[in-house]
């Protein structure tokens, strides 16, 4: 049986973690490839040569030619900008949705059956790209958002209440933007209701600190954004597609009606298997989540607006 192979595009500082996350792991053999040249190719020997020392057995080259890419099974969209203090995601969308269109058409003529997972900013807009571009089934095209997003929320209730991050379960609904809908309502500490354990003004900060936890980093960084948990978050996506594990995880998918929309990515609980999403699951929303969720739905109709 052959391994799987995966094909990060963007060699920076999301896709080379992606790699770095998808090695060890062992999640296939990995094609690193970037338009900077040297960048994929030194960071993917250099990738290569941990594995002695890790014990991963992932061929990891570095490139800048798609045919190295040919019949990927999955293909991670990295490739864009990142933005800086002071900007906003939507702000990238001028600059990386020519990017994302034309890294697709390269990957629908060497990966035509791949499953495309998209990272780049503003990732539901982008990876709307992606699927029109792609012409695949909708459920072959999906991007990162509430598996990160979520991930942030977590990691504060467990660090509020000092445990295990394993313990912390949740999502959040809607665009990757500041208007995300953390759902509190559904966030669960060992399968008892975080409204039992935090106060609901501490949940609410940190509600907030999920929303813009992303500028926090940037904020940090100076010169970039996020790319730990973001890739991450992308590779345990990428891993359910590779092994059919089935988990429920928020990304962001095409609606065709769920929550009342169609024709728009937007961050849903979907389960995710060998054959991308496979469902998008639809909650039962009060009128407080449903209005939150409409809202942050339309901040993404408003970006994919600006496409023209
Ligand atoms: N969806 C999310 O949750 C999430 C999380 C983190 C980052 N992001 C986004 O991911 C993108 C990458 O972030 P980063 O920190 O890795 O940025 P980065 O600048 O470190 O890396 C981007 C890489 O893309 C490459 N690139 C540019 N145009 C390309 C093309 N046409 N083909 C191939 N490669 C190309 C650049 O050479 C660079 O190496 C940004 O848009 C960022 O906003 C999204
Ligand atoms: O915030 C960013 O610009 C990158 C990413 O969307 C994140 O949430 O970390």
Known sequence: MKRKKITIVGAGNVGATCAHWAAAKELGDIVLIDVAEGIPQGKALDLMQAAPVEGYDSIIIGTNDYEDTAESDVVVITAGMARKPGMSRDDLLNINAGIVRSVTEQIVKYSPNAYIL???????????????????????????????????????????????????????????????????????????????????????????????????????????????????????????????????????????????????FAGVPAIIGGNGVEKVIELDLNDEEMTALKKSINSVRNNIAKLG
Request: with cysteine; glycine share 8%; proline share 5%.
């Open 118 to 264: 998209v990272v780049t900013n503003p990732v539901d807009v982008s990876t709307y790209i992606a699927y029109k571009t792609s012409g695949f089934t909708p459920n072959r095209v999906f991007g990162l958002s509430g598996v990160l997003d979520s991930a942030r929320f977590r990691t504060f209730i467990a660090r509020e209440l000092n445990v295990s991050f394993e313990d912390v379960t949740s999502f959040v609904l809607g665009g990757h933007g500041d208007d995300m809908v953390p759902m509190v309502r559904y966030t669960y500490v060992g399968g008892i209701p975080v409204e039992k354990l935090i106060p609901r003004d501490r949940l609410e900060s940190m509600v907030e600190r999920a929303r813009k936890g992303g500028a926090e980093i940037v904020n940090y960084l100076k010169t970039g954004s996020a790319y730990y948990a973001p890739s991450a978050s992308v590779m345990q996506m990428a891993e359910c597609i590779l092994k059919d594990k089935k988990r429920i995880l928020p990304v962001s998918a095409y609606l065709q009606g769920e929550y009342g929309e169609t024709d728009v």
